[in-house]
């Protein structure tokens, strides 16, 4: 069965942009509620710790390095089968790539600056809500 919760992060590219905003609405709009969300800046311990799962791959470095070069805004969202809901609204990690509509299509500059985060399972979204929230941050 699947799950209700997913997170996203609006990333560093965007934020300076100033598309927070726009990407809450299009969130809202797809039927999502927002039971989380903060404004923070990642410290590269926390950023390391977050891609930990890519820490072997090529770009871990730069990704580090992206994702603490500018404050993010951490979200929890909630909707029936939210993960694949979110990775649907959001569209392909190359915004070339990206159906029309989507948030990256909207909203990226490339395969790295890329808008957003959205979990890609139900278990990793839990992991990761947990990570940006505790349980009295939710609602």
């Known amino acids: ?27 809202n709009k797809a ?4 039971v989380a969300v903060k404004m923070t800046h990642l410290t590269t311990a926390k950023a390391q710790a ?14 580090v390095d992206f ?4 404050p993010i805004v951490a979200a929890i969202l909630e909707k029936d089968n939210a993960v694949e809901d979110f990775r649907k609204l959001i569209g392909a990690t190359n915004p070339a790539d990206a159906a029309e509509g989507t ?14 985060h959205g979990s ?3 278990e990793n979204a839990a992991i990761e809500g947990a990570f940006h929230f505790s349980g009295t941050e939710m609602f």
């Open 31 to 34: 039927g999502f509620r927002i």
């Open 67 to 70: 994702m603490t070069s500018g």
């Open 120 to 122: 890609d399972s139900d």
């Open 1 to 27: 069965m699947a799950g209700n919760k997913t997170l996203t992060m609006i990333k560093p590219d965007a934020v300076k942009d100033g598309h927070i905003g726009a990407i809450l609405a299009h969130i």
């Open 103 to 116: 948030i990256r299509a909207l909203y990226a500059k490339n395969v790295g600056e890329n808008a957003v």
């Open 50 to 63: 977050f891609y930990e799962v890519h820490k072997e791959r090529p770009f871990y470095g730069e990704l």
